[in-house]
């Protein structure tokens, strides 16, 4: 089965700071990778997915991912962080017949 | 249009009562998902269906009943519940159960129930 690995339950940065949130993968080839926003009290939202098109992935919001086979890793970034980001992260591999399998979260603060 | 909907936003019922929830979509979406989320924690995955036919029970205790009356709806029935199934509870549907994996799940706002 697969697996993903969320390192940092609880991530601070700075407005204007770079934001990393860090995703690891276990997987059969290929994985289908997904980041996932849950704003407080609300559902998740789709940020990025990666289906093996192409490695660097652009999602909403200003966010990004890379896709790097040899380190099985699908990191979040984003340049410049916003109060508006702060929420929880889930990074989710999905495999033949669609069940997701998620991280288990990364929490972001954006400190004023 | 990528909407999920959801009803109730809030529940809160007695562990004898019997609740529904309701979930919509009207994406043309084939599969349908529940999904149970305790708080600072991951979705799990409860319940599948695709085409209207449970694909997939996560072993879940026999007081959440799930139904699919057609291709936009979702029900989860709920008679005698526990104080720990108090959670919030997370609809998603995707394009179809894929051979490849790679059908995006969109999600609802959730339900957030509460068992006194």
């Known amino acids: 089965a697969q697996s993903v690995t969320q390192l940092g339950s609880h991530v601070s940065v700075s407005e204007g700071a770079l934001v990393l949130l860090r995703c690891n993968y276990s997987s059969s080839v290929p994985p289908y990778l997904f980041w996932y926003v849950q704003y407080p009290n609300q559902g998740l939202q789709l940020l990025l997915k990666y289906t093996s098109a192409a490695t660097l992935v652009k999602g909403i919001n200003g966010f990004e991912a890379e896709f790097k086979k040899s380190e099985t890793s699908f990191h979040l970034t984003k340049p410049s962080a916003h109060m508006s980001d702060a929420a929880e992260y889930f990074c989710?591999?999905?495999?033949?017949?669609?069940?997701?399998?998620f991280g288990t979260g990364t929490s972001l603060t954006v400190i004023p | 249009d990528t909407e999920v909907t959801q009803t109730p936003k809030h529940l809160v019922m007695g562990m004898t009562n019997k609740k529904s929830l309701k979930c919509e979509q009207h994406m043309g979406h084939r599969a349908m998902y529940w999904y149970k989320q305790k708080a600072k924690k991951p979705p799990e995955l409860m319940f599948v269906?695709?085409?209207?036919?449970?694909?997939i029970n996560e072993s879940v205790p026999s007081r959440f009943s799930p139904e699919c009356p057609n291709s936009s709806l979702l029900n989860l029935h709920l008679h005698a519940l526990q104080p720990e199934d108090s959670a919030l509870y997370l609809c998603a549907s995707s394009q179809a159960l894929g051979t490849s994996g790679a059908e995006t799940q969109y999600f609802g706002p959730g339900t957030r129930l509460l068992v006194l």
């Open positions: 989710a591999v999905s495999e033949t017949g669609n069940q997701f399998y």
């Open positions: 269906y695709s085409y209207e036919k449970l694909s």
